[in-house]
């Protein structure tokens, strides 16, 4: 089975510019995650989707970033205008509705977001 | 809010050694997940523990959820090459919903 898709898998933009990041959840998973990860920071959670609507987006760092969910298999995550702070890794998870699964989180490969 | 500390935070073993690492939350925690990270790859879940006391394998890999349900550990036996990498723990906190939370990781280092 397929797992977690993201597009693209590295991203080099200059200040100012709109920055799309994609993904798809496994098949069959209703809840989406995307995350950021930084050295400094770590693995932060920015916003989470259940059957398409977001749930949660406390951690979204501002109103430069947005997200949507137009359906079961794909999500986006876009920041404009993206700033040099913006740089990092992007992850986006996905988990199944069943029972004590919904907390086992499978995660993408990222994307690596250097913006300069 | 909920923290998860995990220790150490690095390790520098030999091949062949084993390893162990731990990690204590703030807050009761009613399911743990172990999670390794590669360089320039996602986090991959290793194993998820749901009861307190409970103790799962997967191969060489060893977790225990704590009894106090505030901490959980992670052994590694017979460490090889491949073992490389950052290990997490997280947990869903208190937030009556799908979030987790993740430890600030350890990371394993083999020395030839």
């Known amino acids: 089975d397929a797992g977690v898709i993201q597009s693209p898998r590295h991203e080099v933009t200059e200040m100012g510019q709109e920055v799309t990041l994609r993904c798809k959840p496994i098949?069959?998973?209703?809840?989406l995650f995307w995350y950021r990860q930084t050295m400094m920071r770590g693995l932060e959670l920015l916003i989470y989707f259940n059957n398409n609507v977001p749930i949660d987006d406390s951690g979204m760092p501002e109103d430069r970033f947005s997200a949507k969910m137009p359906n079961a298999s794909f999500s986006t995550l876009k920041i404009q205008p993206s700033e040099p702070r913006d740089s990092a890794v992007y992850f986006c998870?996905?988990?199944?509705?069943?029972?004590?699964?919904?907390?086992?989180?499978?995660f993408g490969p990222g994307t690596r977001l250097t913006v300069l | 809010g909920q923290q998860l500390n995990q220790s150490p935070q690095s390790m520098f073993i030999q091949e062949g050694e084993d390893v162990s690492m731990n990690c204590t939350s703030s807050s009761i925690f009613n399911t743990w997940l172990w999670y390794k990270q590669d360089p320039g790859e996602g986090p991959v879940l290793l194993i998820a523990?749901?009861?307190?006391?409970e103790l799962t394998s997967n191969g060489r890999l060893t977790a225990q959820f704590g009894i106090t349900r505030k901490d959980s550990f992670l052994n590694i036996s017979a460490s090889i090459p491949s073992d490389v990498g950052i290990y997490f723990c997280?947990?869903?906190?208190?937030?009556?919903?799908?979030?987790?939370?993740f430890g600030t990781g350890t990371r394993l280092t083999i020395i030839p």
């Open positions: 998870a996905s988990s199944s509705p069943l029972g004590l699964a919904v907390f086992r989180q499978f």
């Open positions: 523990l749901y009861k307190a006391g």
């Open positions: 997280a947990g869903p906190g208190d937030f009556g919903n799908e979030k987790l939370t």
């Open positions: 098949s069959g998973h209703n809840s």
